[in-house]
């Protein structure tokens, strides 16, 4: 298992391709890099072994549990337990996910592929996935396709290359040519692995393909934007000040991908059931991080009730009651997705779907709401708190200390520090970012009635209705 | 186990002390027995074999899983199924869980009192419960006192009895007054399992005891009241037409009870946690039913969008999903309460608190919202649909069959019983029971709001708000 | 103006045509006639004059408002006014504006459709209503056909009479035949007011019709459901014990209409926009009504409360404080679609539409939820309420009566006839009635939705958008 | 009326004691000015005579309506209609409502404290007033203290400066000390109208002061925190590009008041009432800007949905009727407050104080859903839109436009503008303000329940409720 610091060696090696702000940055100066070093850092400490750390079923070695392909349902369990950890503790998205959440779901899909068409993706995906673990590599996954014109599919939008697509076929490889929208944190993946979007056609094959590729491959341009928390003084300062996230409209303007790093190309079936199955995963996924962003809503609710002296006041013990309800639905939801996973043929193990998908429905509706219970007991003060400069003033500092005092007890830097973190977490544009993750991100809410309703067995419940109104079917 | 027909002797049997309507009822008439007679038929039924059955832990026989004392993971799971599986089947409550969540409850407690306080209840808690198993006895649950004055405390009401209590002690064991609210299906049972309703103080010993009557004991009385389906006409009758429940506020006039048959008598801090326990075995088992009234709402939504062709419309299907959502989040989170349930002194399993509470909380909270959904599909039908004596009438009944008719293939008693059975389940006094059932059955939302508050560890959660926030606790 | 007994008296000398429970009723035993009485009672008493009452713009005379056209905001202000104290006074739906309503929207379309087509519907009209407020006549709206499958329009039906059309034309009068859904409290009307249910084409001229016959014309027939309050000794009887209301499917077995009283007949265009006007009025009314019931949920809740002892309890008032706030958010927004009304070239004023759907729909959205906030309220016991039979029984009265008891100061007859109510109100068939009729009568939500859309200036609102993101439109 | 570069002059000319980020800047560097600036261009465009402009009652002149105490229901309908034209223009708060509303609750108070008190307030107050209008001055109110701890009084502070005080009473005038939070636009008011925040008791005189100075006189400091929409290059800027808002912590260091500025000064029992007729105001004053919000919310949501080609799929309409409804419902309840209001002695109206409440809290409670819903229909691209200068840039903009197309017709362009203009709006730091002041400006949601609990009729209903049982009051 690597460390932080190997990670950023790393990424100060790669080829820049990241294009920001009108110019070309070193990735070691994208905003997020910190979150993907705590993913090193977490794995090392030794209350979380096992946690953030899992035995390899290919080498059998100890390996960061961000590379791992689960084998078992207590490796689902852990998963989840490791996001919900490591989401909290890094103030939002851990990143690092999407990558392994894909990597799952081609290691069922490319095995599945093979047992229906003789193909040999899933040898490739075990070299492939046995290299990453080994070096500890942070990936990223490419899903999204900017879609063009929504009304219309792959083949038929006025530029085809709107979905990313094979445009070439060549002895050592393919050429592939497209762009996958909100890719987070991608600047930070030293791998890329892509995926369909959707379900695909008998005559849209060249869209089914997914693969690998080193983040700065040849063609691959990275556009990116960022959101940071507010820079503030040490003696201010919270955990994150200053610090962010990144997103990228990752563009493939002809890239050459060399057949060991393709894993579908043209099996148009698998291509649906891939994005499907990426999703399957990474919702999964998101019955971690979602409780992670209710434990910090809810902490820093009770929190700046204490400080403001209302922590036993009825109603917001409800909204307390409110969060918590919100976070143990998902979560506990999410363990039962693990419980009732199934082995596939590859070995690894599937998550279920309905429970993967109620739950990652459920966080998502309740998002904003716990925004409004936040800013709810919070009060105005994190749309109008000073900044740190007048309270560190030596015109105005000491008349902005005298009147942000609350109850004796608390200090008046303690209480403009839960302040300012309110204002970066609740009313900036990380909050932005956070509240359109939560909606969007793994899937839009639509995306998971059609998910659970493709899933589900209706037609039994029709039939507890016929039974009840004495109706017998034809 | 015994079969249905050996249960209904049974009733017929007891002394008649049910009160209802200015008569005193005999066991057999009381409505809702039909419902405790499912329970032994479906124990008999070859798919439902490990799920209405257990091994007894006690002789190692097979036994009707209402009367298990849960000694696994899968003990809890099975419960939870059997749940779902019998609520939906007899179109309601399946009104057996109560005894045996109050059993469950005694079970770890009588061992937890004893150890503390070389008290023998656990082993007379065992010989009581092994007859029980053999005899496949019918229990109900007795816990919610009348309470009188809801801002005075047991022993500060005017009238003491208010809440039940020992009023005499003897050699040969105690004499109980008092009565128990909301005793649903109390007449129907052989057995009343009684238990107190609230946290005790020291100086409220009198009011700590739990105890088991036969439901004709000598000085109980139950004074009754029934909600029933409509009666139709057998050609365009539902399942349950005629059938209902029962009621009952349960009146212990000076009861004896000797003391094997006590379980708790003064040993104030236990009669708290007792009514704790039989809550959360309780909500567990709302963890299943809450479900299937779900599925029953789900079904019959689907069911009458399929007759009225708009089974596809976006909204149609955005509801179901809704359904599908609230019944999975509760039924998943009840099966993680079973997964991480602890092993008690006692060998009972108990479920985590947390998740059960939260997945009742839920469940209680969408209910009539549920409702809401399947009347805005259902249209106002239900509310006008003409008598079966109109649809059959020499004079009309053509008339009213002409002007019922939907889409084609679909015959006009099919459409006549699918809306008889969405008023008698939505728009009828059941509905209405039902309605408050699902609410406060199992306890009142603000009654989980406390079991989650007093469980969770929010401080934990205020601790990750003060590092994110940079905030060093004093 | 009329007074209840005279008629009570035209009702008995109707001709039966009511069709019941297997049997022909006279129209005096059916449930619901002590509310049309109330409509005539409450005009009479002096503290209603102006309320209740108006003065015709055709004869000058003083009439009941329920007979009214209305000609000036002042009427719309009083009749919404008139509607929430009527409907409390009742206890439910006051059920005589459905007539008015539809009178009101027939006055605006004959002057409309005359003044397009040359036709005279209107003067037959104002001779229709003149004798219809001197007679102070009890007029309802047939309007919902029953529209058999609802995927095919009028014309496309297998039958054709699944929407009410015109089969004969003569030289005085025409024959029609169809049947009219959900009638509330029709077999309680003199006079039944036929209007068309939908926008109609070119080709469907036949089922453009509007008429009104009298309720026991030939060939009419009403089948009819009841639904009735619990009836209760008079010593524990509440204001509604034992009265009900009825829902009619209106049958026209080939009925005879004179011209005189056809006020459509093959206009198609005019047929569509009917049935948005009498939405439109009824909406309105609507805006009175459930205010009116939201009063009757918030007093019921205030009263238990105070019983309970919970009043001051924060929760307590903030579900109050969300009482209130449905109630006037749907009050108040019906007053201003009355400041906002608009005289139409027929003299009648038409009520803001916005205002009057976007209330409606409000009041619907909010209803089941505020049966929630009530049921929490009240707990349990409205579900388990034990009789009158046993609360005056010589067995057991004494006993239950001492087990009813709450606070001092409160007897326990009060707290049984509090509870009672509840049990009547909310968790009985009746409840189920205004439940449905809540979230139906008047329109369905999603007939608010389509009302509301097809109204907005959406496009004004998008020139904003487009203002603000500084896009010139094309 | 002046203009708005006059306005600008005026600023430029005031003592610079503003103080951000560690400067003290000049007026009219601070963000914001353009929403004063335009409260005067609105004011001289033909189409808004009537509307931004008002006649004095006191000179008889053509005034800004920003400066007129109302007189009439008209002036209160002009008033809400103002709001809500200028708030949509502008982007967000109209900022110059909140000084106008302050003085409309001073003329009511002045002259109802002179005539239980014989002070001489009113004279002094039209005085003030007469010379406001006559020089369109733009005022702020600076109402709620920053209260130190919530659970003590204002004289139980530790430091009883923590709520405003007079601190020393002479002959030509007062002295006070404290801070005033939450003080929107403070640093753009050429006047500061001070407040009480709370009820006052016998023993708290000192803090029952009103009075009204210069926003740059001696002692008053103005710390501000400011949030801005971000920058963007001219032929990708939206309207509001670069332009922001600002909040001040108001300070009062010893600020000397001359009496003739003084309208309360120690007569506690009108400081509260002046409190709460402050917030009826300017809740009235959210009745118009809240469905402004709506309308922006609305607006761009359908603008995104036609660019996305999904504006006629039932969840986006469904959504829009949401949108639509929440905006007229609030917007209608301001109307109805206006139709209702009462001519206190002063002459001054004022609006119905249920009216302004109910619709108050309904906006509040659902503004976060409202995001939710834009977020919802607008995807992903909010939060990861790449920047302009990747839009333009030389390396990669062509690919960027390649792959941010959409549908034929719409221009990427005008794609980029629109995503550009809801990331600004709804995933910024400027989106979290306007959520904060949704939620509690004008008074958080609790207070509004307060407001309505305090003044609704609850007994009457209770009375209803008891008639309907049956009981009759003791």
Same mark, same amino acid.
């Given at each position: 298992?690597?460390?932080?610091?190997?990670?950023? /060696?790393?990424?100060?090696?790669?080829v820049?391709?990241?294009?920001?702000?009108?110019?070309?940055?070193?990735?070691?100066?994208?905003?997020?890099?910190d979150?993907?070093?705590?993913?090193f850092?977490?794995?090392?400490?030794?209350?979380?072994?096992?946690?953030?750390t899992?035995?390899?079923?290919?080498?059998?070695?100890?390996?960061?549990?961000?590379?791992?392909?689960?084998?078992?349902?207590?490796?689902?369990?852990?998963?989840?337990?490791?996001?919900?950890?490591?989401?909290?503790?890094?103030?939002?998205?851990?990143?690092?996910?999407?990558?392994?959440?894909?990597?799952?779901a081609?290691?069922?899909?490319?095995?599945?592929?093979?047992?229906?068409?003789?193909?040999?993706?899933?040898?490739?995906? #075990?070299?492939?996935?046995?290299?990453?673990?080994?070096?500890?590599?942070?990936?990223?996954?490419?899903?999204t396709?900017?879609?063009?014109?929504?009304?219309?599919?792959?083949?038929d939008?006025? &530029?085809?290359?709107?979905?990313?697509?094979?445009?070439?076929?060549?002895?050592?490889?393919?050429?592939?040519?497209?762009?996958?929208?909100?890719?987070?944190?991608?600047?930070?993946?030293?791998?890329?692995i892509?995926?369909p979007?959707?379900f695909?056609?008998?005559?849209?094959?060249?869209?089914?393909?997914?693969?690998?590729?080193?983040?700065?491959?040849?063609?691959?341009?990275?556009?990116?934007?960022?959101?940071?928390?507010? &820079?503030?003084?040490?003696?201010l300062?919270?955990?994150?000040?200053?610090?962010?996230?990144?997103?990228?409209?990752?563009?493939?303007?002809?890239?050459?991908?060399?057949?060991?790093r393709?894993?579908?190309?043209?099996?148009?079936?698998?291509?649906?059931q891939?994005?499907?199955?990426?999703?399957?995963?990474?919702?999964h996924?998101?019955?971690?991080?979602?409780?992670?962003?209710?434990?910090?809503?809810?902490?820093?609710?009770a929190?700046?009730?204490?400080y403001?002296?209302?922590?036993?006041?009825?109603?917001?013990?409800?909204?307390?009651?409110e969060?918590?309800t919100?976070?143990?639905?998902?979560?506990?939801?999410?363990?039962?997705?693990?419980?009732?996973?199934?082995?596939t043929?590859?070995?690894t193990?599937?998550?279920?779907?309905?429970?993967?998908?109620?739950?990652?429905?459920?966080?998502?509706?309740?998002?904003?709401?716990?925004?409004? #219970?936040?800013?709810?007991?919070?009060?105005?003060?994190p749309?109008?708190?000073?900044?740190?400069?007048?309270?560190?003033?030596?015109?105005?500092?000491e008349?902005?200390q005298?009147? #942000?005092?609350?109850?004796?007890?608390?200090?008046?830097?303690?209480i403009?520090?839960?302040?300012?973190w309110?204002?970066?977490?609740?009313?900036?544009?990380?909050?932005?970012?956070?509240q359109y993750?939560?909606?969007?991100?793994?899937?839009?809410?639509?995306? /998971?009635?059609?998910?659970? #309703?493709?899933?589900? &067995?209706?037609?039994?419940?029709?039939?507890?209705?016929?039974?009840?109104?004495?109706?017998?079917?034809?």
């Open positions: 298992m690597r460390h932080a610091d190997e990670y950023m /060696e790393s990424l100060k090696e790669m820049p391709n990241v294009y920001m702000g009108g110019e070309v940055l070193n990735r070691s100066e994208v905003p997020g890099n979150i993907l070093c705590a993913t850092d977490l794995a090392h400490l030794p209350e979380n072994d096992g946690i953030f899992a035995t390899s079923h290919l080498s059998g070695e100890k390996i960061n549990r961000f590379c791992n392909i689960h084998q078992s349902v207590d490796d689902l369990l852990k998963k989840q337990e490791m996001t919900r950890i490591g989401a909290r503790t890094v103030g939002g998205c851990i990143a690092r996910c999407m990558g392994i959440d894909a990597l799952n081609l290691s069922v899909i490319t095995k599945q592929c093979d047992m229906a068409h003789n193909t040999e993706y899933h040898d490739r995906f #075990l070299a492939y996935i046995e290299n990453f673990q080994k070096n500890d590599t942070v990936g990223c996954c490419a899903q396709d900017v879609k063009g014109d929504r009304s219309l599919r792959p083949g939008q006025a &530029d085809p290359d709107l979905y990313l697509r094979v445009v070439e076929r060549r002895s050592d490889g393919i050429v592939v040519r497209g762009a996958k929208a909100h890719n987070s944190f991608a600047p930070l993946a030293e791998e890329i892509v995926t979007t959707r695909l056609r008998e005559n849209e094959k060249d869209w089914a393909v997914a693969f690998a590729v080193p983040g700065d491959a040849k063609g691959v341009k990275l556009v990116v934007r960022a959101a940071k928390h507010r &820079d503030r003084m040490p003696e300062a919270g955990l994150l000040s200053g610090k962010g996230e990144c997103e990228s409209l990752t563009i493939f303007d002809d890239v050459f991908v060399p057949w060991e393709v894993f579908l190309c043209g099996e148009n079936e698998f291509g649906g891939l994005a499907v199955l990426f999703a399957l995963f990474h919702r996924s998101y019955t971690g991080c979602k409780p992670a962003i209710t434990d910090m809503l809810m902490g820093t609710a929190l700046v009730a204490e403001s002296g209302i922590e036993r006041e009825d109603h917001v013990r409800s909204k307390l009651a969060f918590i919100t976070a143990e639905l998902v979560y506990g939801c999410g363990q039962a997705a693990a419980y009732k996973s199934v082995k043929p590859s070995g193990m599937m998550p279920d779907m309905v429970y993967c998908n109620v739950a990652r429905k459920h966080a998502g509706e309740c998002l904003f709401h716990e925004y409004n #219970l936040l800013a709810d007991i919070a009060g105005g003060l749309a109008t708190l000073p900044y740190d400069t007048e309270f560190t003033s030596p015109e105005v500092g008349l902005v005298k009147y #942000l005092k609350r109850k004796d007890g608390v200090s008046v830097e303690d403009y520090k839960c302040y300012a309110i204002a970066d977490f609740t009313c900036s544009s990380m909050a932005g970012v956070l993750a939560g909606l969007h991100g793994g899937g839009s809410p639509i995306m /998971e009635d059609i998910a659970i #309703l493709g899933t589900y &067995d209706i037609e039994s419940k029709k039939e507890i209705a016929r039974k009840l109104a004495g109706i017998t079917k034809k």
